[in-house]
């Protein structure tokens, strides 16, 4: 297969990625100009997610994107969607590692 055609992850292929960000601890990081704000961790991403932004408030990070098409966990009213944008996830400032 070309390295640039797109396909989707086996079920197989999703479970080893997502134990591969657990053990790896990968995060992603929020910057502004050369600070580095925040580095938020790859668990709270959901499989197959594409991560847009990260919101901060005084009290909790609420990181925006668009949830996998079938994921079927998504729940746009208890995540707090928007028309505008999918909350993938929200997390305390006191749950970052």
Known sequence: MDM??????????KAMWNEYRRNNNLRIEVWND??????VPMRYIP????????YET?????????????????NCDALGCTS????LA???KQEQP
């Open 4 to 13: 640039t055609e797109k396909r989707e992850m086996t079920t197989e292929e």
């Open 34 to 39: 050369d600070v580095c704000l925040s580095r």
């Open 47 to 54: 499989i197959g997610a594409k991560y847009r932004e990260c």
């Open 58 to 74: 005084d009290t909790e990070y609420i990181i925006c994107g668009q949830p996998a098409d079938d994921d079927t966990d998504h």
């Open 84 to 87: 505008v944008n999918h909350v």
């Open 90 to 92: 929200r997390f305390s």
